[in-house]
């Protein structure tokens, strides 16, 4: 069931968006060749409590890290760890949930450069960013929720990379992970799906892979890798559902450029 949020719901989802974005662009200044992804954990739980929030990732169904930390080719839910050393070259993708004393939540991802990356690297970032970006720009009351998931198909096939079909986006409030089910590809058999309205929160999240969408997860029983063994990204925002259109509530420097993008190509 998709719950439309009250105007108080929607301004205490923006506020811990927001929180989460300060998290964020903390978490940027700290991600170098030489720290191990549990530190990096260890720093996201840190900046997380400061805002005043726990790490919703922390325990859920049993994961044991405060934020999923996801290097080269492992594409989500990667494991903090001690040994897990990031090197020159690396991409990082940091998945972390927030909550706040609201009871709303916050879920959102980036992936970052390791020091000096391949231009390969750089331009696999840059389409899993555009492909939320071409969503966002159509995200209005009235459309159905398969343009989301066709809009990021287009860029990814713009870019000649691929997406992967078990995993996507979701509604987000009081719970993490709430309907709708946001695909991340589109084939007719999905039908349309559900009309956006006024007053949902999405969690719109691409996961596009270099190579091929084929996937495993590890014995840990969290660790999803491409099959290929080629390296992925992962970009997500949290977004509500205005009368004009949506704000990004998930809102960091990385966000804000994005945006000053957009207005400039008015």
Same mark, same amino acid.
């Given at each position: ?5 009250? #105007? ?39 900046? =997380? ?9 922390? /325990?859920? %169904?049993?994961? $044991? ?14 494991? $903090?760890? #001690? ?61 159905? =929720? ?16 691929? =997406? ?8 987000? /409030? ?41 996937? %495993?997860?590890? %014995? ?47």
């Amino acid at each position: 069931m998709i719950t439309i949020k009250t #105007k108080s719901e929607m301004e205490n989802l923006r506020i811990v968006g927001e929180k989460l974005g300060r998290v964020f662009d903390r978490l940027a200044r700290e991600v170098r060749p030489g720290r191990t992804t549990y530190e990096i954990s260890h720093l996201a739980e840190r900046f =997380l409590r400061e805002e005043g929030c726990k790490p919703t990732f922390k /325990g859920y %169904d049993g994961f $044991p890290g405060a934020v999923c930390t996801s290097v080269n080719s492992t594409l989500i839910h990667g494991i $903090p760890s #001690k040994e897990h050393v990031l090197k020159e070259g690396d991409i990082l993708s940091v998945d972390m949930g927030n909550v706040d004393d609201s009871g709303m939540q916050g879920d959102a991802c980036r992936t970052f450069p390791v020091g000096n990356i391949s231009a390969e690297a750089q331009k696999l970032i840059r389409c899993s960013e555009d492909c939320f970006y071409e969503a966002y720009k159509i995200l209005k009351p009235g459309i159905h =929720l398969h343009e989301i998931s066709m809009a990021i198909q287009r860029v990814a096939d713009s870019y000649g990379f691929s =997406l992967v079909k078990e995993y996507g986006g979701h509604g987000l /409030g009081r719970e993490m992970h709430e309907d709708p089910f946001i695909y991340n590809y589109y084939e007719t058999s999905l039908g349309l799906g559900p009309i956006l309205k006024e007053g949902m929160c999405l969690a719109i999240e691409p996961m596009v892979m270099l190579g091929s969408p084929e996937i %495993d997860v590890l %014995d840990d029983n969290w660790t999803v890798v491409s099959r290929d063994g080629k390296i992925n990204s992962h970009y997500e925002n949290d977004v509500i559902i205005t009368s004009t259109g949506a704000v990004i509530t998930s809102i960091d420097s990385n966000v804000r450029r994005h945006l000053s993008e957009l207005e400039n190509q008015k």
